[in-house]
């Protein structure tokens, strides 16, 4: 990695530049990440770098351990589908809140957030995709009238499910899929079918979760 420059905050750059390393996949999953070397490598003090860490471990890409070096993440195949559970039955529940009262501008949003993700998969720019498909997902969830709800599907935007986007490299695949089924939750919105945007919603929870296990049986396959 290159050093950073001191313009902005150094702890965001440290932030970016690892999370760059993370999705590109020069760190690896259980790849420690010593404070003393990282920080060397990108010139700064441990104080910002931790900083950094710190929030890369709330979105679910760095595990931080006391008494020894914070570690890029890895996931269980058990846990991940008990968090993807979760997220099917909380955005099927929300779909359907924010269908019941169509909003133009909501529509609006949206569709300016999909020609925006269409244009970062075309460009191969994943680390601006999944920022984009997590906004997709909580313009959503700030419709559904309920601060609770939209704070546990932000939640749920931030972690694991997050993290195994970045972690698992299925991103160039999966990223092309779930554009397509954006839209289709978007015109099924339009159309005020809220029965077909619940189905299409489901279906878009659905189809994460057998991409998900696509990439594990991969892996099983290769041991």
């Not at 999909?114 to 906004?135: G, K, W």
């Amino acid at each position: 990695m290159k050093k950073i420059m001191k313009t902005l905050s150094l702890a965001d750059q440290a932030y970016e530049m690892i999370r760059n390393a993370i999705i590109s996949g020069k760190l690896a999953p259980q790849e420690d990440l010593p404070e003393e070397k990282i920080a060397a490598d990108l010139g700064i003090s441990r104080t910002p770098l931790r900083e950094a860490l710190r929030k890369l471990a709330i979105e679910g890409l760095v595990e931080l351990h006391k008494g020894r070096p914070a570690m890029v993440a890895t996931f269980t195949k058990e846990d991940s589908l008990h968090q993807m559970e979760l997220r099917r039955v909380l955005e099927t529940y929300n779909i359907n809140k924010v269908a019941a009262n169509f909003d133009p501008q909501l529509i609006s949003s949206l569709k300016e957030n999909i020609s925006h993700q269409q244009a970062a998969v075309e460009s191969d720019d994943f680390q601006h995709f999944i920022d984009l498909d997590r906004e997709f997902h909580l313009l959503l969830a700030k419709k559904s009238h309920n601060p609770k709800l939209t704070e546990i599907i932000e939640h749920a935007n931030t972690g694991v499910n997050r993290a195994f986007l970045v972690l698992s490299n299925t991103l160039p695949i999966s990223a092309k899929e779930a554009v397509d089924e954006h839209i289709q939750i978007v015109e099924a919105l339009e159309k005020q079918d809220s029965q077909k945007a619940k189905d299409e919603m489901k279906k878009h929870m659905v189809n994460i979760e057998r991409r998900f296990l696509v990439y594990f049986q991969k892996g099983e396959e290769q041991q």
